[in-house]
């Protein structure tokens, strides 16, 4: 019940979240210098005053700001995202192409950092302030201090270059048999790129949590019951510390969907971070709330998955009803 | 191997040596050439319309060239013209008309055959109506008579200089299927997403973000051509990984200066990798300063010649382009013999002269040094005028003048320069089509409305020049044109509307398999019938 519960506040809430969201991405693009039309010139290299012209009738720019706003806002809430000016074809379809590569790649990167991450912080968090947790704490920093973009071009340089093991970029082998595992290999690389940031976050969030546990009175308790030691990192101090952890997953889903546009651009994978990358630059206002829509959905989702986690790991949460 | 290396002092030699008749490398004749394989390319981008009949551009022609020919391509060496789907051109002496003679036996990759109605009716609604060059060039086209299936005969309902029509036949004259296109909204034709035309390759494959794929035309018109099975495209844009893939034999070649200049002399060393600085020079660029005469200070000719003098071309030329380019000296670039005039009254580098411009104008140095600030918008379109702005900042700063940079992303400059004139100073890159009138007195003539990219939006109209340039426009014999179009650059020296700073082309990186590189003055943009690779 108290999941069901859970579930229907969270989808109330999200619908004003959209609504705001995508007045906002309307707001700021209309406030950026130069419309779709300006990017469409700047790219064919010019024409004359009526080809501008008619450009402008064909992108539907001639009407007022607000007049465009009215005619997209009702056919959004018709379901219709609209058509694309940069790609010349239905927003859905151009998201539809993208979205299953970038999910692949988020929960891609995602498993590599928790899995990793939280190994590293349960080594680190069982016993605070040993060699290896030391060892461990410095590993994490550096590796936070690496740009991704660097980390991907260094990535592409050992495996690519040098070792001949892994493709440069690109998401399969052109003209080759394809498939999921011909993808997977191509994906290798950016994951190891995008995840190893958030190696770091994780295990310093975990053990964080570990060192704060240790001092619990729930811990003695535990101990003063005579639970092994192994008992205790994991019933008592490891179950608790990993509540931060779950809540941080949850947020990088947003920075993940579509802050990846960097190790996309390295790696040429044709994902949202890119996709809306393009939609700025090329003023294309439709695209852009498509993509912005997809990635609010997605974090609510994500966070929705969350919220559920934390039910089953802390039995307090939304108890109350609060 | 007899694969030629190029080296950057060879290029300015090469250049330097013949600037008329040019000796440049044809590469590798040695071996015998090799049918088969797929040649592997970076796309930085991905043209919106790959229609080269509506957009004439070279981001379109890059893709788009290979599948949609025109009726002639330039070469190095005899008159500069090649015969693709025409074979001979030949125009009145009025002016009136220009007979295209059309090859025979070519077909459409979908199998049907090619014939001057098809010229026809690109001329008449495509070339003319709607592409960005062609409005310019076909303006006064009335009609294209077909008398039979080889012959098409432009007709203008003024004259029109046959040397300006040649001059436009590479880059403005793609012929489209008339049987797929007629009836429809060519802006919205599907087959601009999947091209159809007569060239060597057929449009097999786009996968937005990822590549292109070209597939050989078994039916092409030139006998055992192509030589490559498939050209693919690959989306890369990160220039890092481009020479990444180039090294690791995972493209084959990188155009348009994929890869980056100062990345030039590392790669160039990478064994298996060559560096080739020619086939571009029939589309150079030209570095310019844009200014708006509309600021008082601006608008004086003094001011103007004033920061061309405080301009150090040579050391833009070394440290900006890493000696890939030349210094200019007005608006024609060196390459086009047929134009360009050598002994302008230039504006060489000279603070001093500019400091006594400046005083002489009546803008003297205020308490702290400055005599006036200005906004100055480097275009975004290469690294290069991004660098440039920075450095004329600079150069600007030793005559008093305090320029402040401001940088747009494409769309917002489009607008600032071109259409509310919100800049003072801005840096600009156009590209010289291989006659003034395509692409250059646009950007001297006077009265142009507001909001035309890439044309005089500087507020700057003499009546002089736009007389020579109408002048010009009229002149039906080559050599009165020509005439004109040197009157046209001297009035440029003098009145210094813009200042050119240096004229520029780009860089192939390529492994040395890949042969008959940069064998025309349009090569990345040209057909690569003839490009294979070696085993």
């Known amino acids: 019940?108290?999941?069901?519960?859970?579930?229907?506040?969270?989808?109330?809430?999200?619908?004003?979240?959209?609504?705001?969201?995508?007045?906002?991405?309307?707001?700021?693009?209309?406030?950026?210098?130069?419309?779709?039309?300006?990017?469409?010139?700047?790219?064919?290299?010019?024409?004359?005053?009526?080809?501008?012209?008619?450009?402008?009738?064909?992108?539907?720019?001639?009407?007022?700001?607000?007049?465009?706003?009215?005619?997209?806002?009702?056919?959004?809430?018709?379901?219709?995202?609209?058509?694309?000016?940069?790609?010349?074809?239905?927003?859905?379809?151009?998201?539809?192409?993208?979205?299953?590569?970038?999910?692949?790649?988020?929960?891609?990167?995602?498993?590599?950092?928790?899995?990793?991450?939280?190994?590293?912080?349960?080594?680190?968090?069982?016993?605070?302030?040993?060699?290896?947790?030391?060892?461990?704490?410095?590993?994490?920093?550096?590796?936070?201090?690496?740009?991704?973009?660097?980390?991907?071009?260094?990535?592409?340089?050992?495996?690519?270059?040098?070792?001949?093991?892994?493709?440069?970029?690109?998401?399969?082998?052109?003209?080759?048999?394809?498939?999921?595992?011909?993808t997977a290999r191509h994906l290798i690389l950016p994951t190891l790129a995008l995840g190893t940031g958030y190696v770091a976050l994780y295990l310093r969030t975990l053990r964080a949590g570990m060192v704060d546990a240790w001092r619990a009175d729930h811990v003695r308790a535990a101990r003063a019951r005579g639970l092994s030691e192994r008992a205790v990192v994991w019933g008592a101090v490891a179950r608790p510390a990993f509540l931060p952890v779950v809540v941080l997953l949850g947020q990088q889903a947003g920075t993940l969907f579509g802050g990846s546009v960097v190790v996309e651009t390295v790696f040429a994978v044709p994902g949202m971070g890119r996709l809306a990358y393009e939609a700025v630059a090329g003023r294309d206002l439709a695209l852009l709330i498509g993509v912005v829509l997809a990635g609010t959905v997605v974090v609510i989702a994500a966070n929705l998955l969350v919220d559920l986690v934390m039910v089953r790991l802390d039995p307090r949460i939304g108890a109350g009803d609060a | 191997m007899v694969v030629m290396r190029s080296t950057r002092r060879g290029f300015m030699a090469g250049t330097l040596a013949g600037a008329g008749a040019l000796a440049l490398p044809r590469l590798a004749r040695a071996q015998a050439e090799r049918r088969g394989g797929t040649l592997v390319v970076a796309a930085d981008g991905e043209p919106r319309n790959l229609n080269p009949a509506l957009i004439a551009s070279n981001g379109v022609f890059y893709v788009a060239s290979k599948v949609i020919e025109p009726l002639a391509e330039m070469v190095y060496g005899g008159d500069g013209l090649a015969p693709r789907l025409a074979t001979a051109w030949e125009g009145s002496a009025d002016g009136r008309s220009v007979r295209l003679t059309l090859r025979e036996g070519v077909t459409w990759h979908d199998g049907r055959p090619f014939s001057s109605a098809d010229v026809a009716w690109t001329a008449m609604n495509a070339w003319k109506p709607l592409q960005n060059l062609g409005r310019i060039v076909f303006r006064d086209l009335e009609a294209v008579d077909t008398p039979d299936a080889r012959?098409?005969?432009?007709?203008?309902?003024?004259?029109?200089?046959?040397?300006?029509?040649?001059?436009?036949?590479?880059?403005?004259?793609?012929?489209?299927?008339?049987?797929?296109?007629?009836?429809?909204?060519?802006?919205?034709?599907?087959?601009?997403?999947?091209?159809?035309?007569?060239?060597?390759?057929?449009?097999?494959?786009?996968?937005?973000?990822?590549?292109?794929?070209?597939?050989?035309?078994?039916?092409?018109?030139?006998?055992?051509?192509?030589?490559?099975?498939?050209?693919?495209?690959?989306?890369?844009?990160?220039?890092?990984?481009?020479?990444?893939?180039?090294?690791?034999?995972?493209?084959?070649?990188?155009?348009?200066?994929?890869?980056?200049?100062?990345?030039?002399?590392?790669?160039?060393?990478?064994?298996g990798v060559k560096v080739i600085p020619e086939g571009y020079e029939g589309i150079t660029y030209q570095l310019t300063v844009e200014i708006n005469h509309r600021r008082r200070e601006l608008a004086d000719p003094r001011v103007r010649r004033a920061i061309a003098h405080a301009i150090d071309r040579d050391f833009v030329v070394d440290t900006i382009f890493l000696g890939y380019a030349k210094a200019s000296n007005g608006p024609i670039p060196k390459f086009d013999a047929q134009f360009h005039v050598a002994d302008l009254p230039g504006t060489p580098f000279d603070v001093r002269r500019a400091n006594a411009l400046l005083d002489e104008a009546g803008f003297p140095r205020g308490a702290n040094g400055t005599r006036f600030a200005l906004r100055l918008l480097p275009a975004p379109w290469f690294e290069q005028t991004r660098q440039f702005g920075d450095y004329l900042r600079q150069a600007l700063r030793a005559v008093g003048i305090d320029a402040q940079v401001?940088?747009?992303?494409?769309?917002?400059?489009?607008?600032?320069?071109?259409?509310?004139?919100?800049?003072?100073?801005?840096?600009?890159?156009?590209?010289?089509?291989?006659?003034?009138?395509?692409?250059?007195?646009?950007?001297?003539?006077?009265?142009?409305?507001?909001?035309?990219?890439?044309?005089?939006?500087?507020?700057?109209?003499?009546?002089?020049?736009?007389?020579?340039?109408?002048?010009?426009?009229?002149?039906?014999?080559?050599?009165?044109?020509?005439?004109?179009?040197?009157?046209?650059?001297?009035?440029?020296?003098?009145?210094?509307?813009?200042?050119?700073?240096a004229e520029f082309t780009f860089i192939t990186v390529a492994r040395d398999s890949v042969r008959n590189v940069a064998n025309n003055p349009r090569w990345a943009t040209s057909h690569w019938a003839d490009t294979w690779l070696a085993e």
């Not at chain 1, 349960?122 to 016993?127: F, Q, S, V």
């Not at chain 1, 030391?134 to 070792?163: E, M």
């Not at chain 2, 292109?212 to 890369?236: G, S």
């Open chain 1, 1 to 182: 019940m108290r999941t069901v519960r859970l579930i229907a506040r969270r989808l109330a809430a999200a619908v004003p979240t959209v609504l705001l969201v995508v007045l906002g991405t309307w707001i700021l693009l209309e406030a950026a210098p130069g419309d779709a039309a300006d990017a469409y010139l700047a790219q064919a290299g010019g024409g004359d005053a009526a080809f501008v012209a008619d450009l402008r009738a064909r992108f539907g720019l001639d009407l007022s700001g607000p007049d465009r706003f009215a005619i997209f806002a009702l056919r959004l809430a018709a379901g219709d995202l609209g058509t694309s000016v940069v790609f010349s074809r239905p927003v859905a379809a151009v998201i539809a192409e993208r979205i299953p590569i970038t999910l692949a790649l988020m929960v891609a990167a995602v498993t590599f950092a928790a899995v990793l991450g939280t190994l590293g912080g349960l080594l680190a968090g069982a016993r605070p302030g040993s060699l290896g947790d030391r060892l461990l704490s410095t590993a994490a920093l550096a590796l936070l201090a690496i740009p991704s973009f660097w980390l991907g071009l260094l990535l592409i340089r050992w495996f690519a270059v040098q070792l001949g093991w892994l493709p440069v970029g690109g998401i399969r082998t052109i003209g080759g048999a394809g498939g999921v595992l011909d």
């Open chain 2, 151 to 271: 012959t098409a005969i432009l007709r203008f309902s003024r004259p029109v200089p046959f040397q300006l029509v040649r001059n436009a036949l590479p880059a403005l004259s793609a012929v489209l299927p008339r049987h797929l296109y007629e009836g429809t909204d060519p802006n919205a034709n599907p087959a601009n997403a999947r091209l159809v035309g007569t060239g060597p390759f057929r449009f097999a494959e786009h996968r937005p973000g990822e590549f292109y794929r070209l597939e050989r035309n078994p039916a092409y018109w030139e006998a055992n051509r192509p030589f490559l099975d498939a050209i693919v495209y690959r989306v890369m844009p990160d220039r890092g990984a481009i020479a990444a893939a180039l090294e690791a034999n995972q493209i084959q070649l990188a155009a348009f200066s994929a890869v980056p200049l100062a990345d030039l002399e590392r790669i160039g060393k990478v064994p």
């Open chain 2, 406 to 501: 401001v940088n747009n992303d494409s769309a917002a400059h489009t607008r600032a320069v071109y259409t509310t004139h919100e800049f003072d100073l801005a840096v600009g890159s156009p590209v010289y089509r291989n006659d003034p009138a395509i692409s250059t007195t646009i950007l001297f003539q006077g009265g142009l409305p507001a909001g035309v990219p890439f044309s005089n939006q500087y507020g700057y109209d003499n009546p002089a020049m736009n007389a020579v340039i109408d002048r010009a426009a009229g002149a039906v014999d080559a050599a009165g044109r020509t005439a004109a179009y040197r009157a046209f650059q001297r009035i440029a020296a003098e009145d210094v509307p813009l200042v050119n700073v």
